[in-house]
């Protein structure tokens, strides 16, 4: 049929002779045609069939979530890994929460989780009835009695190591004591990445990433991933996120695919760099502590070994003379830039007491260790000796 002029500038002009694209393209578009109502029918159905529209899903979020489960599940022998783009990490906690709890049901978790989770499980989930109970999570026969004692708990979320304080939980032993009580378990796996730690190896049954940090390296995605294994619970998951419009947009996950090309690399060069900066600050006359888990005297670096393959280019610190001294720090480094995130390519220092943490009750921040002179620095991959120069600099301005 020959079509008029204005029919034609508002009609697709696909090149149907094109060749699959050899990088993930960007699908920038909202919808998807459908070839027919019989077709659209049963893609409505179930989603991993094609596409509709794209709060559903995206092909270009789907290939980047789809690439992160092939990581968790790597030699993990769980072949049925699954896994769903989100708007951000808290979306990928929200929408997971959500689709597996409900009114009068309780959170087990730890106070010291990263502060915009503690907040959400402690401030806004409990808005829709479902509680959350604190406890050490470390403590494993601590777990296990509460389990017995409280049928209420349907859910174990935690961070092992925990942001910022590095301290590492068992996951193996809260997966088995989780298991035999018929009760659900989810790590947030941001810190370490699948290059580093494997939940899906130790039991647990969901890992959610804020794929802002590591797995994307270069601070310009906000997004987040859900993983999970087996179809019914992908369907569970997949239709609260379409539901609560938690969906990660296709130039974010594009952005994220970009990173993770490079992600292997990256952990190695993170974790070599902070294992130099932290056993160099070890030893500074400037300094009054230091929590880092590769370094053979902490007191987490038997477990972090067991279940880490590396030690991650997370590290925190104290410096001599409190808040104040630590303030001037903070105020003289060149190199390492005050920034509230973690994970990209260049070192990003942190303060949690009046950023990541300011709006968790004091008594909680201190019984679990982030004090107000706690500095965290995640490492990035510049060249080390100029980061060592840099931070002694600084640490020199604390002394005069
Ligand atoms: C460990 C951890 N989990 C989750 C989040 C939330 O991620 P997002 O900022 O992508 O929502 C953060 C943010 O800093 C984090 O550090």
Same mark, same amino acid.
């Given at each position: 049929m020959n079509q008029r002029i204005q029919t034609l500038c508002v009609k697709e002009a696909h090149d149907k002779k094109t060749t699959k694209p050899h990088t993930l393209p960007i699908y920038a578009t909202s919808s998807f045609d459908l070839p027919s109502i019989e077709d659209g029918m049963e893609i409505f159905q179930d989603p991993t069939k094609g596409h509709l529209y794209a709060r559903f899903n995206n092909p270009t979020s789907d290939a980047v979530a789809a690439k992160i489960a092939l990581l968790e599940a790597h030699n993990t022998g769980k072949n049925d890994a699954w896994g769903i783009m989100t708007s951000s990490g808290m979306s990928a906690i929200t929408t997971l929460l959500l689709s597996l709890l409900e009114a009068g049901d309780k959170v087990l978790t730890q106070g010291n989780l990263y502060g915009g989770t503690t907040e959400l499980i402690k401030n806004q989930i409990p808005k829709y009835g479902i509680k959350a109970v604190l406890t050490n999570l470390v403590d494993i026969d601590l777990v296990q009695r509460q389990l017995e004692r409280d049928k209420q708990i349907k859910l174990i979320y935690f961070e092992t190591? $925990?942001?910022?304080?590095l301290d590492c939980i068992d996951i193996k032993a809260i997966a088995d004591v989780a298991q035999a009580h018929d009760v659900i378990t989810v790590i947030d796996n941001t810190f370490c990445t699948p290059l580093i730690q494997q939940p899906l190896l130790f039991g647990a049954d969901y890992v959610i990433h804020s794929t802002s940090k590591y797995l994307n390296g270069h601070g310009n995605s906000i997004s987040g991933v859900i993983i999970g294994t087996t179809p019914e619970r992908y369907n569970k998951v997949w239709s609260t996120m379409k539901l609560l419009g938690t969906n990660c947009n296709a130039w974010d996950a594009w952005l994220v695919n970009n990173g993770m090309k490079t992600l292997a690399l990256r952990m190695e060069k993170h974790s070599a760099n902070c294992l130099a900066l932290s056993e160099y600050l070890k030893?500074?006359?400037?300094?009054?502590s230091v929590n880092y888990l590769g370094l053979p005297g902490h007191k987490f670096h038997e477990l972090a070994s067991k279940q880490m393959k590396l030690y991650g280019g997370m590290m925190c610190f104290e410096v001599k003379g409190g808040l104040k001294a630590g303030i001037k720090f903070m105020n003289s480094l060149t190199i390492g830039s005050l920034a509230p995130t973690m994970g990209d390519v260049d070192t990003l220092i942190m303060h949690p007491a009046s950023? $990541?943490?300011?709006?968790?009750e004091k008594s909680i921040r201190l019984e679990n260790?982030?004090?107000?002179s706690l500095i965290r620095v995640s490492v990035g991959i510049e060249d080390i000796q100029d980061l060592i120069e840099d931070f002694d600099r600084a640490l020199m301005a604390t002394l005069s």
């Open positions: 190591p $925990s942001n910022p304080a030893d500074h006359r400037a300094i009054e950023m $990541s943490h300011l709006n968790i260790g982030i004090t107000d």
